[in-house]
């Protein structure tokens, strides 16, 4: 059974840290390519993060670069997320995807709120 299962997200102050996992069970997680995506309340599902197979390459949204980081961890079938100096318009809720096409798996999500 395919999983991705988020964790890490809770209510921060603005500028503090926060670092996302995304666990994944039942595919080959090598294989893939993983991303992070949020959407915020009344907003559409917008692209934060992108990292590739071996993780050499990464791609980030304007909006978090310098802030964001994304890794992964092949061995523990494991991606993450580090957030500093949050900010207030990062609060969304942050989903974790895997693609391999045709194989695109999304994860339930994590809350992140940002306060001010």
């Known amino acids: 059974q395919v999983q991705l299962v988020e964790s890490g997200g809770g209510l921060v102050h603005a500028g503090g840290p926060l670092r996302l996992s995304c666990a994944a069970s039942g595919f080959t997680f090598s294989r893939y390519v993983m991303s992070w995506y949020r959407q915020a309340p009344g907003k559409e599902r917008e692209l934060v993060a992108s990292?590739?197979?071996?993780?050499?390459?990464?791609n980030y949204a304007d909006s978090v670069k310098g802030r964001f980081t994304i890794s992964r961890d092949n061995a523990k079938n494991t991606v993450y997320l580090q957030m500093n100096s949050l900010k207030p318009e990062d609060t969304a809720r942050y989903y974790c995807?895997?693609?391999?096409?045709?194989?695109?798996?999304w994860g339930q999500g994590t809350q992140v709120t940002v306060s001010s």
């Open positions: 995807r895997g693609i391999n096409w045709p194989n695109d798996y």
């Open positions: 990292i590739t197979r071996t993780g050499t390459n990464t």
